[in-house]
């Protein structure tokens, strides 16, 4: 389950404002991964996660946030300003798990080889009008879906919506989200060849009234559980009730609870747009990488946290050119006490017990920080080089010696607190299987 958003340039300030938080199992590691503009020879081919297609003669720099075994990423951004996020939806039409092109690869395909929004949308459904959709996205247990996707660039944005090898998409007017659920019903700018008699054959449209792909499309009992809709209206809401959204705003939706004194061990549901796992099929998910972008012609900050929970965890600078400390870590399928987001997991799972009063006052030291790294980087600042990278570098050292600082009064809170049973279960399975140890 994911949750992802744009907002265009007339209801931000000159900025396209791009956020998603990626939701996948909670023991599955996030990886932030830069790939660098590269040329190649006729007839090679490029590995995508499980199956190989012609490469195209060159590619662009692309940073991905990913999961660490997916050739692909749930979302990212290239050299262009070019920004895709991707979603799973669930159609009436059976999704297959056999091995070929993921929606996570599409989203990189895409990225690498368009410099636009509607550039990338074609580069996707060329592909996919060709090779379909299929494979296995899941980390712990098998899970399939077709896939839906947001894409923008310095001006414009997309919704693009599949199911198997067919597609609709809609152009973004001012701001838009998506999330587990189709969206585009009757209003829709571009569509592929022979989907309205797709549907007619599968008996989903009659030909007669207006064609509308959701309601042709959608499967009802994943799309209600999973509660997209929800959480998609939620993100247009707080979204519409701004009248100019910057990065800040985008941060803040996606740390959005809906209790205004939420406790994370409290809701045996919390699908959220900011996800917690907990016990059983309905709440199996957890935010495992953030990603906020504003972009324009004159410049691309990307701002995320390389870690789970973006209630509990920092929004690091970051623009192309630059170093930080932990792009292209690689985290392991299990704990290793090396990894950013391994250690930065500690921390968040020992919150899922914590005392209100002490996760209130550790957001507070770190949010107040992030907050000044946000006022530096604000659009018309002008900043040099070297101190860009000092910004960058400070980030990340300083998240790590605020979590340090706490990490004590999370331990000791943790021994304390009186457990939810349930979550108590759910995340004793959870760190087991990750070989973690939580005192």
Not at 81 to 103: R, T
Not at 399 to 428: G, P, T
Request: aromatic share 10%; net charge neutral.
């Amino acid at each position: 389950m994911c949750d992802t958003f744009v907002v265009l340039p007339e209801k931000s300030n000159g900025q396209v404002i791009f956020g998603k938080n990626s939701d996948r199992d909670p023991n599955e590691p996030h990886q932030v991964q830069l790939i660098e503009a590269e040329t190649y020879l006729p007839g090679q081919e490029v590995k995508c996660t499980y199956r190989s297609i012609p490469q195209v003669k060159s590619t662009n720099q692309v940073l991905l946030f990913k999961p660490v075994w997916i050739w692909g990423a749930e979302m990212g951004i290239n050299e262009h300003g070019v920004v895709i996020g991707n979603e799973a939806v669930f159609s009436k039409v059976k999704a297959s798990a056999e091995p070929g092109l993921i929606g996570m690869d599409y989203l990189r395909l895409g990225l690498e080889r368009a410099s636009t929004a509607l550039e990338a949308l074609k580069v996707i459904t060329s592909l996919l009008e060709v090779y379909g959709q299929s494979g296995n996205c899941g980390f712990n247990h098998t899970m399939v879906y077709h896939n839906s996707f947001l894409i923008s660039d310095t001006s414009e944005a997309w919704i693009l919506e599949t199911v198997e090898k067919h597609w609709i998409a809609k152009k973004v007017n001012s701001l838009a989200a998506i999330s587990n659920a189709y969206s585009i019903g009757e209003s829709w700018d571009l569509k592929s060849d022979g989907l309205f008699e797709y549907a007619k054959e599968l008996g989903f449209w009659n030909g007669k009234t207006i064609f509308n792909f959701a309601k042709s499309f959608s499967d009802s009992l994943y799309t209600s559980f999973g509660e997209g809709k929800k959480r998609q209206y939620c993100a247009v809401n707080e979204l519409s009730s701004k009248p100019n959204v910057g990065v800040r705003d985008a941060i803040h939706v996606l740390r959005n609870h809906h209790l205004e004194n939420y406790r994370i061990s409290d809701s045996l549901l919390g699908n959220d747009i900011c996800m917690h796992a907990g016990l059983g099929p309905i709440r199996a998910s957890q935010t495992t990488g953030s990603l906020v972008t504003s972009v324009s012609k004159q410049n691309i900050d990307i701002w995320f946290t390389g870690a789970s929970s973006p209630c509990l965890s920092m929004f690091m600078p970051y623009q192309f050119g630059f170093d930080h400390p932990i792009i292209n870590q690689q985290p392991g399928k299990v704990y290793e006490p090396d990894s950013y987001w391994w250690q930065q997991e500690i921390m968040n799972r020992l919150a899922v017990f914590c005392n209100n009063k002490i996760l209130s006052s550790y957001r507070n030291e770190l949010f107040d920080r992030e907050n000044q790294l946000l006022l530096a980087f604000e659009p018309g600042k002008e900043l040099t080089k070297n101190e860009i990278q000092v910004l960058i570098n400070e980030a990340a050292v300083e998240s790590l010696l605020i979590r340090d600082k706490w990490k004590k009064e999370f331990e000791k809170s943790y021994a304390l607190s009186n457990k939810n049973i349930f979550h108590q279960i759910a995340w004793k399975n959870f760190n087991k299987s990750a070989n973690l140890k939580i005192n």
